[in-house]
Every structure is written in structure tokens, then in C-alpha cells.
């Protein structure tokens, strides 16, 4: 595991990367993660690939991150220090959910290094004010809640919403590992993460995505999450060169519950 400092914050990453100016795949996991989510993805990686733990997260987790840092420009910031210091060129942006809306942001503001960009299970935003501002107050109250009765009740709760119940599906061993890298994040990183990485308090990205200008983006979603089988589908409608994948049997989080069927999805250039 490697680590740098950026804007006073330490970020960790593992990486194969060779030589900068090559292509490579760069993946950002979702809220309550970390780069060990792609350990099954990255295992005999055809490509140079780069894995962070996003701000707050994983082996980052032991720093207690100003809650302003967490704001998604600031993150995109990041990326794009992180991005300059390693002097990647050519960026195959991959992006799990939460790390999904980053990728997307992160693509908005610098499409130069950005040569593909792959959405997992992932939205441009809320629509409307005030629908934003629900959002906010119902994330607000997670976040009191989880300061209130602890982490494991937080993550107890969190586990058992209906966009993750697939999760459960999948082999007991597996699910224990997801479910002990969750209550292991710091909950001061995970409230602050809510209040100022959710849904509500992000840009609303839906009007600018005619704005996008990615030469090859492909939207993933499983066949068992209808929520976001809709979202893709308006992506794939609202961005020029982009393809949507149906993943079949699989729900929110394709690369855990089906890591071979998402890894074909991302070299799969049939579409």
C-alpha cells in the first residue's frame, strides 16, 4: 500500500502502474468503502489499474477530516491533485455509487485526462430544490442518528435497506468481510461523509450531461435494482457516446455481488 498528502489530507492506494502515460483504470468505491472493495476485480487486472480510499474512508479513516473537506468539489480537487502527482495522462474512471457521482463530477470539470468513464449504480443528482432539500434533511438525520446510537446500529440499519438486500445473497464469508470493513470506518468521517457527499447537498449534474465530452462511457447497473435501472437509462439517453450494461441477477453493487460479470462489462465494447 502506498499513500501521498494532498491538500494536507493523506490519501492510500494500491497501484500496478508502470508507465503514467498509458491508459489506466482508476476505481473509486462508494459511501462506507474502500479500495479492499476491488480486491476481487483487480486480481490477474489485464490492465494498469489505481485503487484509492476516498476521503474519510478506509486506511484514511483514522484521520478526522474537516466536515467542508467532504464537499464534492473539494473531493474532485483531490482527484485531480491525486491524478497530477502521479502524472497519469489517460484515465479509465471507474466509480462505484458515491464514488460514481465523483467520477461523474470529477469528468465534468477535467474531461482532458479522462479518456473512458464507467458508472456503476450511480446518479447525476436530484432534481428540483426541493426534493434536494428532503434529501438533505433525511441525511442529516442519519448522520444524528449515527452519532446518537453508535456505528454498529447505524450500519445494522444500513444493511438491511432494501437497495442492498442482494448483498445478502452472496456467499456468508463475503458479506462478513463488507459488513466488518463497515463498522470499522470512523463515524465522525461517515456522519460528516453524509451531510456533505449525499445526494442532496452534490451539484444537480442531469442539465449539464449533453455538456459531457468523454469519448466512451458505460453505464452499469444490475437487472435486480429497479431504482437504478431507471437512473441508467436517463444517464445512457443524456450522455453522447455512452452504452448501458444490464448485469443480470445482480443488485446495487454489481463488482462485490458479481465481480467476474463486471469485469467483462468493463472490457465489454460490444455495445
Known amino acids: ?62 484521520q478526522n477530516v474537516p466536515p467542508e473537506r467532504f464537499l464534492q468539489n473539494n473531493q474532485v480537487s483531490d482527484l485531480e491533485s491525486i491524478f497530477t502527482k502521479l502524472n497519469l495522462k489517460n484515465i479509465s474512471l471507474v466509480g462505484y455509487s458515491m464514488g460514481g457521482r465523483l467520477a461523474l463530477a470529477y469528468a465534468l470539470k477535467f474531461p482532458r485526462r479522462t479518456n473512458e468513464l464507467i458508472l456503476e449504480s450511480t446518479t447525476a443528482g436530484i432534481d428540483g430544490d426541493d426534493q434536494r432539500k428532503l434529501r438533505r434533511e433525511h441525511d442529516e438525520k442519519l448522520a444524528a442518528s449515527l452519532e446518537q446510537n453508535g456505528i ?50 452534490q451539484p444537480n449534474y442531469w442539465h449539464e450531461l449533453s455538456t459531457l465530452r468523454i469519448p466512451k462511457v458505460k453505464i452499469i447497473v444490475g437487472s435486480e435494482d429497479e431504482k437504478f435501472l431507471k437512473i441508467g437509462h436517463r444517464l445512457q439517453t443524456l450522455i453522447s457516446n455512452s452504452s448501458e450494461i444490464i448485469v443480470k441477477n445482480a443488485g446495487h453493487n454489481i463488482h462485490f455481488e458479481h465481480p467476474n460479470s463486471f469485469k467483462k462489462a468493463i472490457f465489454d465494447d460490444s455495445k
Request: glycine share 6%.
Open 152 to 201: 454498529e446500529k447505524f450500519i445494522e440499519n444500513w444493511e438491511n435497506l432494501p437497495l442492498f438486500a442482494t448483498q445478502k445473497e452472496v456467499n456468508p464469508s463475503s458479506f462478513e468481510f463488507m459488513h466488518n470493513q463497515r463498522i470499522t470506518q470512523n463515524p465522525i468521517n461517515v456522519a460528516n461523509s453524509l451531510r456533505n457527499m449525499g445526494t442532496g447537498k
Open 1 to 62: 500500500m502506498s499513500k501521498l498528502i494532498v491538500n494536507n489530507i493523506i490519501y492510500n492506494y494500491q497501484s500496478n502502474v508502470i508507465d503514467p502515460a498509458k491508459s489506466t483504470y482508476v476505481f473509486l468505491h462508494g459511501f462506507l468503502g474502500s479500495k479492499i472493495d476491488f480486491h476481487k476485480l483487480i486480481e490477474d487486472f489485464p490492465e494498469q489499474f489505481l485503487v484509492l480510499d476516498l476521503l474519510g474512508f478506509g486506511a484514511n479513516r483514522f
